[in-house]
């Protein structure tokens, strides 16, 4: 009996964490589409595919579930991009690639950047996702001396509300380049950080690493 017990617990614990990741699946699919909250708990079961009295094994409120979704996203746009800028060491490379990343993402990875339009204000200053990954880049370039910046929270409220606005552009103006719009973003915020105009524009134009 004893010997059994574990697999029986393991099995209990996958179907568990699976019962929890559709509904976070579900109510990420809600945020994509509207970023309406107002979806009753049965309607967000019932597109999870899980059992009513399930939600309350997992979640203690419908705001809890949301913002776990956006937690869920935000981590997986954050992975995407720091995967893609492996091997870069130069703080202002970072900083310039991951904007033009993070656009590119957009085609890749369209539910994410739908959440994002829809509640990325409100993380900008989160503890997960892409907030501390820039925060992080921002003092590192402060500390090696590439970055000139008073406050490094502040520059990150500048980074978000930038990031947010060339996701909007692209929405409102399909016709605009994305990559290009993204390098000139770029561009920008490294003159913002302290860099001369002219590196600043070299610097955000650099090749990007291949996009899987």
């Not at 950047?113 to 503890?127: A, N, P």
Request: net charge negative; aromatic share 4%; glycine share 6%.
């Amino acid at each position: 009996m004893s010997a059994s017990a574990p697999p029986a617990r393991n099995r209990f614990e996958r179907r568990r964490a699976e019962t929890r990741q559709a509904l976070i699946r579900a109510a990420r699919q809600i945020l994509a589409e509207s970023g309406d909250t107002s979806a009753s708990i049965q309607a967000i079961a019932e597109r999870a595919d899980v059992g009513f009295g399930s939600f309350y094994n997992h979640f203690t409120s419908k705001a809890e579930l949301f913002d776990a979704a956006v937690a869920d996203a935000l981590h997986e746009y954050g992975q995407a991009i720091d995967e893609h800028l492996r091997g870069i060491q130069d703080p202002a490379e970072v900083m310039a690639a991951s904007f033009r990343i993070a656009a590119r993402l957009a085609m890749t990875h369209p539910e994410v950047t739908q959440i994002l339009r829809h509640r990325g204000l409100q993380h900008v200053h989160s503890e997960i996702g892409l907030a501390p990954r820039a925060l992080r880049d921002v003092e590192e370039g402060v500390a090696s001396g590439r970055f000139d910046v008073p406050d490094p929270l502040v520059a990150l409220s500048a980074l978000g509300g930038g990031q947010l606005a060339l996701l909007e552009l692209k929405s409102a103006r399909p016709d605009v380049s994305g990559d290009e719009a993204a390098a000139d973003m770029a561009e920008m915020i490294l003159c913002m950080l302290g860099l001369p105009r002219e590196e600043a524009r070299e610097v955000a134009r650099r090749p990007l690493p291949a996009l899987d």
